[in-house]
């Protein structure tokens, strides 16, 4: 199996944030392999 995290970064994705669920994931935070929206990063 294959992960293709760049893909998902890179492009278009409409990925839920993985800290809240409720918004639009933005970037893809390496250190806690989770996606992240711009409210949540901002406590990452
Ligand atoms: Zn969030």
């Not at 992960?3 to 806690?32: I, P, Q």
Request: hydrophobic content about 40%.
């Amino acid at each position: 199996m294959m992960k293709s995290l760049a893909n998902a970064v890179g492009g278009k994705t409409a990925r839920a944030c993985d800290s809240c669920v409720k918004k639009r994931a933005r970037w893809y935070c390496a250190a806690d392999d989770a996606f992240l929206c711009h409210s949540c990063d901002k406590f990452a």
